[in-house]
């Protein structure tokens, strides 16, 4: 049974950071594309940085120099960090696992970056 549990998600104020971690079983996890993804309120769910299995990373324009994701192949393990964090930053944020016609989501860890 695969599984992607997230954490470390919460509410910051604005400028501050936050470090998601997600933690995936049943999966080969170092042959997998790690990606997050966030959904705001009203929005359609938006990637927001993706990490390959050889760590080639790609980030959103509205994220990148603040986010910075992560893997640890040895924990299976995927982090995201997140720095300057911004109003419009607040989302659920998803961890997904991706390889060929394979996708899996964990259940989503709450952002709300508010003063």
């Known amino acids: 049974q695969v599984q992607l549990v997230e954490s470390g998600g919460g509410l910051v104020q604005p400028g501050g950071s936050l470090r998601l971690s997600c933690a995936a079983s049943g999966i080969i996890f170092g042959i997998y594309t790690m990606a997050w993804y966030r959904q705001a309120p009203g929005k359609q769910r938006e990637l927001v940085a993706r990490i390959t299995g050889g760590r080639t990373s790609t980030y959103a324009d509205s994220v990148k120099g603040r986010f910075t994701i992560s893997r640890d192949n040895g924990q299976d393990t995927v982090y995201l960090q997140m720095n300057g964090l911004k109003p419009e930053d607040t989302a659920v944020y998803y961890c997904?696992?991706?390889?060929?016609?394979?996708?899996?989501w964990g259940q989503g860890t709450q952002v709300t970056v508010s003063s």
């Open positions: 997904n696992a991706k390889r060929v016609d394979t996708d899996y």
